[in-house]
């Protein structure tokens, strides 16, 4: 993935259709957001069972609600590079697509 922008503590990452929002948080961990043609595809790859695929990774991963009420997951800074891989792997592998009542971002609500 592509970094495609930075401001403080947030970057945002770039591939074909696929998009992350990274943020750093006061606690230290790191929260993720994942768009596919701009909607939350959160809540399906939590229904393909992304949890257990991190687990099985030893990626400690916990589903958060704390940007806006939009779900996504947060993490360790440790795991941070193979989380973003893998995201990318399972989306590929599962062929996640955003389902037309999901979740979508606004430009300036992402890039905030």
Known sequence: MLEEKQKQHTKWF??????????DLEDGRIGIWVSVHKFNVCFTMIMYDFIDWCRELDINLEVDMGWNNHRGFV???????????????????YNIKPTEDGEKFSDDEWYS
């Open 14 to 23: 770039l591939d074909g259709d696929l998009k992350l929002r990274q943020q």
């Open 75 to 93: 993490i360790e800074s440790k795991d941070l590079v193979l989380l973003r891989s893998e995201i990318k792997r399972f989306i590929d592998i």
